[in-house]
C-alpha cells in the first residue's frame, strides 16, 4: 500500500520560514521522482519543485530562489524549505511521487499572514 504523508504545514507569517515534510512507504523511493505541488482556492494545482532520481531539480517561476526541495532516499523521505514566504504561497501542498505512474498524498494546508 503507497502511503505518502505530508507534514510540517501550518500559519507563518509573510518573510517567515516553514519546511515541509514528506515521508514515503510502499514504493521503490529512490526511482521515483519526488515532487511538491500547490493549490490554492479557485486555482489549478501548480509545480512548486520537484527532484528526480537522479538530483536533477526543477522550480516553479514563482519559487525560484526562496524554496529548496531536497530528498534523503535512506529515509524515504522528501522536504520543502520555504523562506521568504508570500501571501500568494497560500495554499495546499502535495506531495506527488511518479515513477511508472503517479501517486499523491493527502495535503497539508500553508497559510501565510500578513
Known amino acids: 500500500q503507497v502511503q505518502l504523508v505530508e507534514s510540517g504545514g501550518g500559519l507563518v507569517q509573510v518573510g517567515g520560514s516553514l519546511r515541509l515534510s514528506c515521508a514515503a512507504s510502499?514504493?521503490?523511493?529512490?526511482?521515483?521522482?519526488m515532487g511538491w505541488y500547490r493549490q490554492a482556492p479557485g486555482k489549478q494545482r501548480e509545480l512548486v519543485a520537484r527532484?528526480?532520481?537522479?538530483?536533477?531539480?526543477a522550480y516553479g517561476d514563482s519559487v525560484k530562489g526562496r524554496f529548496t526541495i531536497s530528498r534523503d532516499n535512506a529515509k524515504k523521505t522528501v522536504y520543502l524549505q520555504m523562506n521568504s514566504v508570500k501571501p500568494e504561497d497560500t495554499a495546499v501542498y502535495y506531495c506527488?511521487?511518479?515513477?511508472?505512474?503517479?501517486?499523491w498524498g493527502q495535503g497539508t494546508q500553508v497559510t501565510v499572514s500578513s
Open positions: 506527488n511521487a511518479f515513477w511508472v505512474r503517479d501517486f
Open positions: 510502499g514504493i521503490m523511493f529512490s526511482r521515483n521522482v
Open positions: 527532484i528526480t532520481s537522479g538530483g536533477t531539480i
